[in-house]
């Protein structure tokens, strides 16, 4: 059964750093578009960041640019979401998707992580 678990939330002051962790039992994972979105109380899911390697790539929402950033470890099966600089409108809970590059059907998601500023 395939699944993706985030770890990594929790209760942070404005200005500091989470690093959120999605590990995933699917293979190849390498070939799996990785990507972060997040849901704020109240607001629609947005995208965070995206990781791809087919072609290498990354994308961030202009709301985390230069204060986020997206990595990956294929032989672990884990992505990595290193937020600094946290405001308190980045309070939300934060998921991770897996999509099969080439074929939309294989999508996963994981149950979510809290990640709340505030001071």
């Known amino acids: 059964q395939v699944q993706l678990v985030e770890s990594g939330g929790g209760l942070v002051q404005p200005g500091g750093s989470l690093r959120l962790s999605c590990t995933a039992s699917?293979?190849?994972?390498?070939?799996?578009?990785v990507s972060w979105y997040r849901r704020a109380p109240g607001k629609e899911r947005e995208l965070v960041a995206v990781i791809s390697n087919v072609p290498a790539s990354t994308h961030y929402a202009d709301a985390v640019k230069g204060r986020f950033t997206i990595s990956r470890e294929n032989a672990k099966n884990t992505v990595y979401l290193q937020m600094n600089s946290l405001k308190s409108e980045d309070t939300a809970v934060y998921y991770c998707?897996?999509?099969?590059?080439?074929?939309?059907?294989?999508?996963?998601w994981g149950q979510g992580t809290q990640v709340t500023v505030s001071s």
């Open positions: 998707n897996a999509r099969y590059i080439g074929n939309d059907a294989l999508d996963y």
């Open positions: 699917i293979f190849p994972f390498h070939l799996y578009r």
